[in-house]
Nanobody
């Protein structure tokens, strides 16, 4: 299974940015997809996750600002980020759980300027 993330970039505080992540390969048994972020010097943290059935959950820091969505037929997960803050600056990683295994994408950098 391979994951290709895209959509990162530079945005001003208060702006919006959308990320996408497409999984390819054998994804039978896909039970969930998620976005994490890792700021410089900090641990990787969960941002949002979504099940195959569309149930989603968010970190408290992004609730009301970010929206996660997925297209099961395309094995693609999206993250719409609104009202961005400087503290959202981080490398964003997507992952997909297939059975007992967890696969990660390469990461895409989001930089929010204040």
């Amino acid at each position: 299974v391979q994951l290709q993330a895209s959509g990162g970039g530079l945005v001003q505080a208060g702006g919006s940015l959308g990320l996408s992540c497409a999984a390819s390969g054998s994804t039978r048994g896909n039970n969930g997809m998620a976005w994490y972020h890792q700021a410089p010097g900090k641990q990787r943290e969960l941002v949002a996750e979504i099940t195959t059935g569309g149930f989603s959950a968010y970190a408290d820091s992004v609730k009301g600002r970010f929206t996660i969505a997925r297209e099961n037929a395309k094995n693609t997960v999206y993250l719409q980020m609104n009202s961005l803050k400087s503290e959202d600056t981080a490398v964003h990683y997507c992952n997909i759980r297939v059975g007992q295994y967890l696969y990660w994408g390469q990461g895409t950098l989001v930089t929010v300027s204040s």
